[in-house]
């Protein structure tokens, strides 16, 4: 028999935290550190959903609900996020069915759309996603194995990049660990001045704060940087979990990129992975195939294996879905004149 609880509390019972960390193949975005940044950060709110057989949790699905335009625009703009889940042990499909059934009975006119971003990790459930309404689209991502250490990742990298990681070096570009205590700051405003040119909605500086407050103490978020006469001009979050190693935001000021601190801070993260135990980098997204991204062509550069891993929408408000969708190009546009 299967039983489904909802768990909306930032605290999770031990019982839960025991499921977590008993599976190894489970993203840091199932975790309960992401659990507890939803539930803290402002523009964001999470739930956790649990699915018992025979009484033992049997599988899990974390939910990020995200409201980046305020109260007053969150009825047309607010979604739900679900990264690398559901998650079952044992890829048990009638579990991660009954998950998605009541998920979707509770989610029901809350939010305008769920959108489900499956990592490698997860196992092909496309049927059941499908059988439950939801829309699938390609996706594509990088993965380089870092189990073959650094000589062998080098030897990977195509030769421009190689080419290009030198040259940053030759331009004086340096890289290290950010210092917490004085340049949080400096690193989220990099990231400001690049979704602000991109026209992307970025959370708060607060949810990187609290990010780090509650990740940073076990190593699970580390901030790179690459510094240009002693000015931090890129960077690179990480999260490192189980033994992989997540490229979760990074960027580089404009003025800087013909310097190339992105080739270098990317390769400097991917061998400190090497070198310090880690099996997997994962680049985070690599957009849709077919269509012009020059993310992609940045990341496809560092050898690594390219992967359709696909994501699934449901849309729960077909109405505000379309309003939301001109209301988003109206906000691109204003913030294009600003």
Known sequence: MLETVIHKDIHAGEDIKSFIDSQEDISVFQSLYFHELNKRSESTDGIIITCRKSGKIAGIMLVQIQNYFGKALGMISKRAVITGGP???????????????????????RLVYTQVRRLYQNHDFTGLFLRNGYVYSDHLNYIIDLSKGEEECWKNLHSKRRNEVRKATKEGITFSEIRYDTEMDSAYNILKSIYGKARLPLPEAGFFDSAFEIMGKDGVLRIFGGYFEGKLIGVMYILCYKGVMYDW????????????????????????????????????????????????????????????????????????????????????IIRKRK
């Open 87 to 109: 998650h079952s042990a044992n890829n048990d499909s009638g579990v991660i069915e009954e998950i998605l059934r009541e998920y979707g009975k509770y989610i029901r006119n």
């Open 249 to 332: 935001y990074a960027g580089s000021y404009p003025e800087y990129l013909k310097k190339c601190p992105n080739d270098l801070i990317t390769w400097e993260v991917i061998k400190w992975g090497a070198n310090n135990g880690y099996r997997t980098f994962d680049f985070g997204g690599a957009g849709s195939p077919g269509k012009e991204y020059g993310v992609r062509d940045f990341k496809k550069k560092f050898g690594g294996m390219e992967i359709n891993t696909g994501r699934f929408e449901l849309v729960h408000k077909p109405s505000v879905m379309k309003f939301s969708k001109k209301g988003f190009r109206l906000w691109q």
